[in-house]
């Protein structure tokens, strides 16, 4: 079975940019959720996706949003970047959602805002 | 509030030592969960053990044990004859059963780091 899936794995942008991160969810997981991890601050939570839905959201700027498809996999955006959005990005997945499960996570997308 | 604390920032121990990774929480709510996750360096976490508020039994499994006591809420991690392998960031992480994910709480690590 395929584990989570993120790409890219790297990317390099400037301030004032917006970006795109992708994961794909393990086939039959129907929740994604998505932390930042920095030094500073450690993981946070940024918000959860279940059946195309956003269930929760963690306490990020609007510039902070995403989505989710028909087939599980998930999308988060930010726009107008700050440096301080320089961080290690990670996406799980999980059956039903992250409270009480086991979750399983991708490897991340490392972002560097310069 | 809800909080997670990894008082050991690092730790590093020779092989075949062993080693105990520290976690104290706090929460008001009775029903709750507990983890540990591992971070190797490749970034992605990888699930160690889910605990719920209502089982204290000490769980070992391999080399691995550990150790949850409402009393003084702690759930330590405990690696016996530690390996290289075993290098890693250690997250502890407590969730509720409450609807909101964003209850959800990362402790902020600990590196540890198997000398051979």
């Known amino acids: 079975k395929a584990g989570v899936t993120q790409t890219p794995r790297y990317l390099i942008k400037t301030r004032g940019q917006q970006v795109t991160l992708s994961c794909s969810p393990i086939?039959?997981?129907?929740?994604v959720s998505w932390y930042q991890q920095t030094p500073g601050q450690g993981l946070q939570f940024l918000f959860e996706?279940?059946?195309?839905?956003?269930?929760n959201k963690g306490n990020f700027p609007g510039r902070f949003s995403g989505r989710q498809f028909s087939n599980s996999r998930s999308e988060m955006n930010v726009s107008t970047l700050e440096l301080g959005d320089s961080a290690l990005y990670l996406c799980?997945?999980?059956?039903?959602?992250?409270?009480?499960?086991?979750?399983?996570f991708g490897s991340g997308t490392q972002l560097s805002v310069l | 509030a809800q909080k997670v604390t990894q008082a050991q920032t690092e730790i590093s121990v020779v092989e075949k030592e062993d080693v105990t990774l520290d976690c104290v929480y706090e929460?008001?709510?009775?029903?709750?969960?507990l983890f540990w996750y591992k971070q190797p360096p490749s970034g992605e976490l990888v699930f160690l053990i889910r605990?719920?508020?209502?089982?204290?039994q000490n769980e070992i499994s391999g080399r691995y044990s550990w150790n949850f006591q409402k009393s003084t809420s702690s759930f330590n991690f405990t690696i016996t004859a530690s390996q290289v392998v075993d290098s890693a960031v250690y997250f502890c992480?407590?969730?509720?059963?409450?609807?909101?994910?964003?209850?959800?709480?990362f402790g902020s690590g600990t590196r540890l780091s198997i000398r051979p």
């Open positions: 799980a997945s999980s059956l039903e959602g992250p409270l009480n499960e086991k979750l399983f």
């Open positions: 996706y279940f059946s195309e839905t956003q269930r």
């Open positions: 992480a407590l969730s509720s059963d409450h609807s909101s994910a964003s209850k959800i709480i």
């Open positions: 929460t008001r709510d009775t029903t709750y969960y």
């Open positions: 086939s039959g997981h129907r929740s």
């Open positions: 605990r719920n508020s209502f089982d204290e």
